[in-house]
């Protein structure tokens, strides 16, 4: 047991800081605050994924023979880090690298390796998450949109719900279920989408998070190649599992928490408010609710560099990033007041993008049940 | 970064948990508690052994220093252990005769161990030094406590007294103090916790083992998050040496989690979390010891804010 960091790996954080610092533009905050699924966000992610696929980085993580580097899971925290904290400049794209690459190279027949990977890796294509529906959140084996194998295609009908990215993304990866009289886990199947195929309408769900943070994406008869199956028909409950094994912890919540925490504190000191030991309290309690989240997540993160299978260790780092991003976002609000109140002002932003964590990629308290029972090994009921 | 124990640790965590089934356990804690007694069994044992001195040993450091302290307090072990093994060690200050004890300049009530110290280890801000007080054992008055430790009463003059460590002492003493409050509240609440959990599988009400509940799973659950985070945080710091700003983090983060943990292992424990035959009592008491000693969370916060942010 030991904390320290690989020298490279440190060396690495600074040449990412150095990097941002070259590259993003002036007005990213502006462009920032809309949320990583605005217009402005997605065309920005094209840029600048284009700029670190330039220097070897943007999927450093993924094996030489796809392209990467073989960087350990260490090296890519570090960037995953430093990317959140800044508000996600690779904005729907760190899904591509983090996980939808990995499944394909994992499942992907070689005409889709051929046909994806290199868009991935090149920075220049948005993928988006086609799970949830209207009767599947939590319970996500309670999925019912039908693919039907017709020929050489498969006819898809049915309704996905929250899909984030979706207006501007070229891919979905879909969850379908193939063989209509399967239940639950059985039967389920990956479809590698064009979001373009005929008979796929999007319509965007106003938020109060902000704009297009959520879509509805109906299937109407839509004709899919069945090239565009990932994997064996019917196993796309392991292909799900595989691919989110590589999302074990997600985005670095507590990264950016700290980050905002940080400047909340520089703004309290320039209003005199350091001298108010309420203030300072809650400042210190909010740093050590991000703390608790990174060493949570570290410890996953080893888990993962050993190439440990998952443990419910995830759960608990992610119940704990959900609080950082919650107890900063409330202070962040405390501390600024009314002028919180005008649209995309720092509280405003960082609130909106802030609360809803504890239900994206999959609610709390699903998370806690996991613990109970996988890490404290209580009863059933 | 590794986060599992090499062999050496896993080696010394092993030697120790057989002492510690030896000499230790809430029912043997339960024992000394009885006549407000020190394991003095216990103490030779560890420092024999060379658990006690494990921090200034060549090949091992803090980090294996907290992870025994951990296990001592995990086993409800009636030592000072910490404060020797973390905080004498951390201070440079020798092997000075144990018991130790650790109080502020004026303490502003009884301290855990004077009783049975030989050593006071004094922290005086205002002077801006530590001190080392030698005493004979008795010096400090024994006072009765429900709060899991032997306590004593210093006396102002003796408080005032002993040996200036030197510049700087008082800042690092203050460091070593909090890494040995996170590591023992660490395994202290991790007992907690368990001997719960562990009522909580076999206990059964409304026909289903009250663990079975999710309105009480979710509330273990959440402290499994807390108690894990508080560990993983007090190691690290001891990893590091026990900086100012990683110890006021791991200390400020573990002891706001002490007070959740007493009152939920205790309202979901029912009246025989309340009872001395009962083992629970053994570690929540404790927990509120260490989150009111060296001035409290909110002093730990305090610290942390400005070492991170500065002063106002
Ligand atoms: C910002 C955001 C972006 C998203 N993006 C996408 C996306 O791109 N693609 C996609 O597929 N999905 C996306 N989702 C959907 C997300 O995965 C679901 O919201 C999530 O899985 C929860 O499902 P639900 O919203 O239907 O809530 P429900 O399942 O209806 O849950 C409601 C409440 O009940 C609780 N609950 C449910 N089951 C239990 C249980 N067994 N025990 C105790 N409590 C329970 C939940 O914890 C929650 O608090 C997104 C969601 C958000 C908020």
């Known amino acids: 047991m030991e904390f320290g960091w690989a020298d490279e790996d440190a060396r690495h954080r600074d040449e990412i800081l150095g990097f941002l610092d070259e590259v993003l533009p002036g007005d990213w905050e502006a462009i920032s605050k809309h949320g990583p699924g605005s217009d402005q966000q997605a065309a920005f992610s094209r840029t600048f994924c284009g700029e670190m696929a330039a220097r070897g980085w943007l999927t450093q993580h993924w094996p030489e023979a796809f392209g990467g580097r073989d960087a350990s899971p260490w090296r890519h925290a570090v960037v995953g880090e430093e990317m959140w904290a800044i508000g996600e400049p690779r904005g729907a794209q760190y899904m591509n690298v983090n996980w939808i690459g990995p499944a394909i190279m994992h499942f992907g027949s070689d005409a889709q390796k051929a046909e994806h990977l290199p868009r991935i890796s090149s920075g220049d294509v948005l993928w988006c998450q086609g799970f949830s529906e209207p009767e599947a959140g939590s319970d996500l084996a309670g999925l019912r949109t039908l693919a039907i194998r017709d020929g050489d295609d498969y006819v898809v009908n049915g309704t996905k719900i929250w899909t984030s990215y979706v207006d501007n993304a070229d891919f979905i990866f879909l969850l379908v279920r193939t063989d209509p009289d399967s239940r639950r886990h059985k039967g389920v199947s990956v479809l590698l989408c064009p979001v373009d195929s005929p008979g796929v309408e999007v319509r965007e769900i106003p938020s109060v998070v902000g704009a297009r943070y959520f879509h509805e994406v109906f299937f109407s008869d839509a004709r899919v190649p069945a090239s565009c199956l990932l994997g064996p028909e019917g196993e796309g409950w392991n292909v799900v599992n595989y691919a989110l094994q590589y999302e074990r912890v997600g985005a670095a919540r507590y990264a950016r928490a700290a980050r905002t925490l940080d400047r909340l504190a520089e703004i309290a000191r320039e209003r005199g408010l350091l001298s108010d030991p309420t203030v300072v309290e809650r400042l210190a309690e909010a740093r050590g609710v991000c703390e608790a989240a990174r060493v949570l997540t570290y410890r996953v993160i080893d888990e993962r560099a050993k190439g440990l299978p998952p443990s419910p260790h995830t759960q608990l780092a992610r119940v704990a990033g959900t609080r950082s991003d919650t107890v900063v976002a409330n202070l962040a609000l405390d501390l600024l007041g009314a002028e919180a109140f005008e649209y995309g002002s720092y509280g405003d932003a960082n609130f909106r993008l802030a609360m809803t964590a504890g239900v994206a990629v999959g609610a709390t308290e699903v998370q806690l049940n996991l613990i109970a029972s996988r890490f404290l090994g209580l009863p059933k009921l | ?312």
């Open chain 2, 1 to 312: 970064m590794d986060f599992e124990l090499d062999t050496d640790q896993q080696a010394i965590l092993d030697a120790v948990g057989v002492l510690l089934a030896q000499y230790a356990g809430p029912g043997r804690a339960i024992d000394l508690a009885a006549g407000d007694a020190y394991d003095f069994d216990l103490d030779a044992a560890l420092a024999d052994a060379g658990f006690t001195q494990v921090a200034a040993t060549r090949g091992t450091g803090p980090l294996e220093a907290a992870l025994v302290t951990e296990a001592v307090a995990a086993a409800g072990g009636m030592v000072s252990f910490g404060a020797a093994a973390l905080v004498a060690t951390g201070l440079g200050a020798g092997d000075l005769p144990g018991p130790i004890a650790i109080s502020e300049a004026r303490p502003p009530g009884p301290v855990r161990f004077a009783s049975h110290a030989r050593t006071l280890l004094v922290l005086d801000r205002k002077a801006d030094e530590a001190r080392v007080v030698a005493l004979e054992p008795g010096t400090c008055a024994a006072v009765r406590s429900s709060f899991g430790y032997p306590m004593g009463r210093v006396p102002d003059a003796l408080a005032r007294s002993g040996d200036a460590l030197g510049g700087g002492s008082a800042a690092r003493l203050a460091c070593w103090w909090r890494l040995a409050l996170a590591a023992e509240a660490t395994g202290t609440m991790a007992a907690c916790l368990d001997v719960t959990t562990r009522y909580l599988s076999q206990r059964r009400q409304f026909g289903q083992a009250i663990g079975s509940f999710q309105a009480v799973q979710h509330r273990l659950a959440e402290l499994a998050i807390q108690i894990e985070a508080s560990k993983w945080l007090a190691r690290e710091a001891a990893f590091q040496g026990a900086p100012a700003e990683g110890v006021a983090t791991a200390a400020s983060y573990a002891l706001a989690a002490a007070a959740q943990v007493f009152a939920e292992t205790h309202q979901l424990s029912g009246a025989i979390g309340f009872t001395r035959e009962h083992d629970l009592h053994v570690f929540s008491m404790r927990l509120q010891t260490l989150r009111i000693e060296h001035g409290g969370v909110g002093a730990h916060r305090r610290a942390l804010s400005a070492e991170r942010w500065g002063r106002a």
